[in-house]
T-cell receptor, first 113, second 113 residues
């Protein structure tokens, strides 16, 4: 049982480059979400999805796109990376939205030069 | 919208002494509240959650938290700190009809020998 798998674990980009952070879960969770973690700011919600074909914006969505074509996968796309997007990104999932417990991936550390 | 404030960015205790990590929340609806722990370079793990049942919630590793509606607080405690408790702790608020979970900025717990 792999849980939530994020790839890559580390990535260095140049300003203006694009990339996709992958997230996959094998628990048949309907709810999936992406957070970024910055020092002194906790985790901030970027985008979330309550099921295949449904996505919505969180607290800090600008500069990021998501899609949910299957229940298992929820990729996060940076279309034109900026230094302000240097952060650690976490994908999380749960059976249902709201009060259910989140299962987190191990994180992806992104540096934008 | 809901929000959460962790009152201390850093708490330092000696091994064997009590731990108190403070959290205040703001929510227009009946909230669900969580504490997560993050050990260095790891993902987040659930410690405990409150979802309108008993106001005193027991979690893993001897931690517990008390929901006090009159004080809008959900402080995390442990009677006796262990070296392995050194980590970052996050208080989280969620509203049952809202998919937006809000994290506090985190409290770093240091345990001295």
């Amino acid at each position: 049982n792999a849980g939530v798998t994020q790839t890559p674990k580390f990535q260095v980009l140049k300003t203006g480059q694009s990339m996709t952070l992958q997230c996959a879960q094998d628990m048949n969770h309907e709810y999936m979400s992406w957070y970024r973690q910055d020092p002194g700011m906790g985790l901030r919600l970027i985008h979330y999805s309550v099921g295949a074909g449904i996505t919505d914006q969180g607290e800090v969505p600008n500069g990021y796109n998501v899609s949910r074509s299957t229940t298992e996968d929820f990729p996060l796309r940076l279309l034109s990376a900026a230094p302000s997007q240097t952060s650690v990104y976490f994908c999380a999932s749960s059976l249902l939205s709201g009060a259910n417990v989140l299962t987190f991936g191990a994180g992806s550390r992104l540096t934008v030069l | 919208a809901q929000s959460v404030t962790q009152l201390d960015s850093h708490v330092s205790v000696s091994e064997g002494t009590p731990v108190l990590l403070r959290c205040n929340y703001s929510s227009s609806y009946s909230p669900s509240l969580f504490w997560y722990v993050q050990h260095p370079n790891k993902g987040l793990q659930l410690l405990l959650k409150y979802t309108s049942a008993a106001t005193l919630v027991k979690g893993i590793n001897g931690f517990e938290a008390e929901f006090k509606k009159s004080e809008t607080s959900f402080h995390l405690t442990k009677p006796s700190a262990h070296m392995s408790d050194a980590a970052e702790y996050f208080c989280v608020v969620s509203v049952s009809n809202n998919n937006d979970m809000r994290f506090g900025a985190g409290t770093r717990l240091t345990v001295k020998p």
